[in-house]
């Protein structure tokens, strides 16, 4: 652009481009009286002979001037907050603030209350179980927990309330004066009898005597199984059982239903 320029025909004027091109300025030629420059006089700008840090640099001394101002805040933010908690913290029997002490036993207090509340949970899932799962046992200790938060004394009664199992237990015992030895889901008690003396297991009904039942047989529950009393045998040859927990039926209710024997039925029986 500037070769072409120089190479017009030579005059004392002085020629301006006025072609303006895109990031360029207007520019002035000449050939007379020195070398080519802008039309424009430079500006200058007096600097401060200051090195300043390229942009997203910080110096040192800044840097050090925050790092003092956030260890200044924290320091200040931390001392409000325990000046605060001792403030606030329930007084001892003398009326007293109990101080850090008090902290750190408020601590240890909503820890317990958090572990109750855990329980609490735990002993309400056990109690829907009981309920919704006919035939199932959650062993001895839970069982007797559970019993003694009904106010029910079950001392001879190993099972949870309102369980089939917790009535043939019961029923039976009324009968004839022998408590389930035993623990376990309804469906294992034609298995865990024999291991005690004076315990019988047939396939032939015996009056009275308790009905086992394995799981899916009859109305009895797909994982646990149920167990009844024998009460009597109709004159067809059904059975007249007494129930707890039957499916249908009211948690913790008496039902008196007819059954069968056939496979999957056994009897138990003290003799």
């Given amino acids: 652009m500037l070769s072409s320029e120089i190479e017009q025909e030579p005059s004392a004027e002085i020629e301006q481009a006025d072609k303006l091109t895109t990031g360029r300025i207007s520019v002035v030629t000449s050939r007379v009286g020195g ?8 500006v200058v700008i007096p600097g401060s002979m ?3 840090p390229p942009r997203g640099e910080k110096g040192p001394v800044r840097t050090k001037h925050r790092l003092l101002m956030h260890a200044l805040v924290v320091c200040v933010l931390g001392l409000s907050i325990v000046t605060t908690l001792v403030t606030f913290l329930p007084l001892g029997k003398d009326g007293q603030a109990l101080g850090l002490d008090g902290l750190f036993q408020h601590l240890n207090l909503v820890n317990s209350d958090a572990k109750n509340s855990a329980l609490v949970g735990s002993q309400a899932a056990t109690a829907t179980a009981i309920m919704q799962q006919d035939g199932y ?11 003694a938060s009904l106010g029910i004394d079950a001392s001879g009664d190993a099972f949870p309330y ?3 199992t917790y009535w043939a237990s019961l029923r039976y015992h ?10 376990g889901n309804a469906y294992q008690w034609a ?4 291991a005690y003396s004076g315990w019988v297991v047939s396939s032939t009904p015996h009056v009275p005597s308790i009905v086992v039942f394995q799981p899916g047989v009859q ?10 009393v024998l009460e009597g045998i109709n004159p067809d040859g059904s059975l007249h059982t007494s129930n707890m927990n039957v ?10 239903l007819t059954n069968y024997t056939g496979s999957g039925v056994s009897f138990v029986y003290h003799t």
Avoid at 137 to 147: E, I
């Fill in 35 to 42: 070398p080519l420059t802008t039309g424009r006089m430079p």
């Fill in 50 to 52: 200051k090195k300043v």
């Fill in 137 to 147: 046992d959650p062993g001895r200790a839970v069982s007797a927990q559970y019993n």
């Fill in 162 to 164: 309102g369980q089939c």
């Fill in 174 to 183: 009324q009968m004839t004066g022998y408590w389930v030895p035993w623990s």
């Fill in 191 to 194: 298995y865990n009898a024999p």
């Fill in 219 to 228: 109305y009895s529950s797909w994982v646990y199984g149920h167990v009844a």
């Fill in 247 to 256: 499916a249908g039926y009211p948690f913790g209710a008496r039902v008196d």
